[in-house]
T-cell receptor, first 114, second 109 residues
Framework: NAGVTQTPKFQVLKTGQSMTLQCAQD?????MYWYRQDPGMGLRLIYY???????DKGEVPNGYNVSRLNKREFSLRLESAAPSQTSVYFC?????????????FGNGTRLTVT | EDQVTQSPEALRLQEGESSSLNCSYT??????LFWYRQDPGKGPEFLFT???AGEEKEKERLKATLTKKESFLHITAPKPEDSATYLC??????????FGTGTSLTVIP
């Protein structure tokens, strides 16, 4: 039981390059989330998917797109990376069926944009 | 505006020196308050969920409590392996989670 798995663990991009961050969960959770974590700012929600087939914007969606490929997988795409997108990105999942269910996080992707 | 504030930002304790971390919130219609532990280079690890004022949860040397406006994470006789950043998050109606910026705890042997 791996929980939430993110790939890659580290990535360096040049400004303007694109990339996709991958996330998969094996807990049969309905909801999945993408957060970014920056020093002094805490975790901020980029996009989330309440259930398979739906996605919604969070607090900081500009410059990102997402795809809920199936119940297990939720990817985050940067179409044209900018230095402001240098951050640590965390994917999380939760069981929406049960209210008040906690988020379960992956170990993050550390992205640097030069 | 919904807000979660954690204090102190950083805390250094001697091994065995008990203390408390604070999480205050202004979220309306709280669905739950969550405590997480985050080690360097890792994702947050779930510790506790608290649902209503007066509720308490315990795990080893950690005890979490909840009032109508804040939560405390009490650490009793901490050990060096308790060193980590502790995050607080609240869940509002609509399933949104709001995170605090965390308290970085260092326990010195």
């Amino acid at each position: 039981n791996a929980g939430v798995t993110q790939t890659p663990k580290f990535q360096v991009l040049k400004t303007g390059q694109s990339m996709t961050l991958q996330c998969a969960q094996d807990m049969n959770h309905n909801s999945m989330y993408w957060y970014r974590q920056d020093p002094g700012m805490g975790l901020r929600l980029i996009y989330y998917s309440a259930s398979e087939g739906t996605t919604d914007k969070g607090e900081v969606p500009n410059g990102y797109n997402v795809s809920r490929l199936n119940k297990r997988e939720f990817s985050l795409r940067l179409e044209s990376a900018a230095p402001s997108q240098t951050s640590v990105y965390f994917c999380a999942s939760s069981e929406l069926t049960f209210t008040r269910s906690p988020l379960h996080f992956g170990n993050g992707t550390r992205l640097t944009v030069t | 505006e919904d807000q979660v504030t954690q204090s102190p930002e950083a805390l250094r304790l001697q091994e065995g020196e008990s203390s408390s971390l604070n999480c205050s919130y202004t979220v309306s219609g709280l669905r739950g308050l969550f405590w997480y532990r985050q080690d360097p280079g890792k994702g947050p690890e779930f510790l506790f969920t608290l649902y209503s004022a007066g509720e308490e949860k315990e795990k080893e040397r950690l005890k979490a409590t909840l009032t109508k406006k804040e939560s405390f994470l009490h650490i009793t006789a901490p050990k060096p392996e308790d060193s980590a950043t502790y995050l607080c998050a609240v869940q509002a109606p609509g399933n949104q989670f709001y995170f605090g910026t965390g308290t970085s705890l260092t326990v010195i042997p």
